[in-house]
């Protein structure tokens, strides 16, 4: 596998830490599409920048 992709992809226990919520949100967020992801086999793939940009817009829905 290639170096530059390494730790990019994300689980949803992981997201679920970095956004401190449950798991039945952290779906929610996922099968809404608000956090862009895809699935291998039934397994989430969570690209680490998804959550840093669902992040920001939030912050800026907030202001």
Do not use: H
Request: a neutral charge.
């Amino acid at each position: 596998m290639n170096e530059t992709f390494s730790g990019e992809l994300i689980t949803v226990d992981e997201l679920c830490e970095i956004l401190m919520i449950g798991k039945n949100m952290a779906y929610r967020l996922l099968n809404s599409g608000e956090i862009p992801c895809f699935k291998i086999s039934r397994e989430w793939k969570i690209p680490r920048n998804s959550v840093y940009e669902y992040i920001q817009r939030q912050c800026k829905a907030e202001k």
